[in-house]
């Protein structure tokens, strides 16, 4: 994104008023003065006075979504992925995109974009999933070669997937669906249990490692752009 877009839509400017805004000088991209308008922001952190701006509008967040934590936007009884975010994002209409089980952790994408999720839950779109996957037994050769050609999960056929055995109990899985704890009945279908379950990329991203469970951050604009390709 153009940085003269980027501090238009952060402070509600003009193109016109943020081009004058930044040769006036005042802000930095990544801690260095920023004069030329024209210059690309990605994930740089951009600053005015010192002070953080980020566009407004549309929101899309990496949740690192801890074990025990509901993927939905509310719940009388339990916590929900919501209750970990600060109310200024609770108040901008954010929702995930897809769930995970109450049990299971890692990348959930929160977000306003009823359209861009609408793109990445569409079954047409094939957007791949990948989770790490700890198991109770051993997992050989002959499971893998049927997990990855589709097994029966009670009435349903799940479509070609890839499984990359790491260790003898441990293994990830990238699926393209997202049936009803789909991953962990497939194992279940060729005599296998799943001990733990974490999802470590969506759409094209993969987890920030650097997020600790429970931690979340905006995606940028580069980051965005990855997901977006992924479903054109």
């Not at 980027?6 to 008023?17: H, P």
């Not at 740089?44 to 025990?68: D, H, I, S, T």
């Not at 509310?74 to 089980?101: C, I, W």
């Not at 589709?150 to 990359?164: A, N, S």
Request: proline share 4%; charged share 30%.
């Amino acid at each position: 994104m153009r940085l003269d877009k980027y501090v238009a839509d952060a402070l509600g400017l003009t193109r016109s008023e943020a081009r004058e805004l930044i040769k006036r000088g005042g802000l930095t991209v990544d801690g260095q003065p920023a004069t030329a308008p024209a210059a690309h922001v990605d994930c740089q952190e951009v600053l005015y006075k010192g002070e953080k701006l980020k566009p407004k509008g549309l929101v899309y967040l990496m949740m690192n979504k801890p074990a025990g934590v509901l993927s939905v936007t509310e719940d009388k009884n339990q916590k929900t992925v919501m209750d970990l975010l600060p109310d200024g994002y609770r108040r901008s209409g954010l929702f995930p995109a897809g769930r995970l089980d109450k049990d299971s952790e890692g990348f959930l994408l929160l977000t306003n974009d009823g359209a861009l999720a609408h793109e990445i839950l569409s079954p047409k779109k094939k957007v791949g999933k990948t989770y790490l996957v700890r198991l109770s037994r051993d997992l050989d050769d002959e499971k893998i070669y049927i997990l990855e050609n589709g097994v029966d999960i009670v009435g349903y056929v799940t479509k070609p997937c890839k499984v990359e055995r790491l260790e003898p109990r441990l293994a990830k899985i990238t699926v393209t669906e997202g049936k009803y704890h789909q991953v962990k009945r497939m194992f279940l279908a060729v005599g296998n249990h799943v001990d733990s379950l974490k999802r470590i990329s969506f759409a094209g991203l993969d987890l920030d490692e650097s997020l600790a469970p429970g931690e979340y951050r905006e995606l940028c604009t580069k980051e965005l752009d990855k997901i977006l390709r992924t479903i054109q």
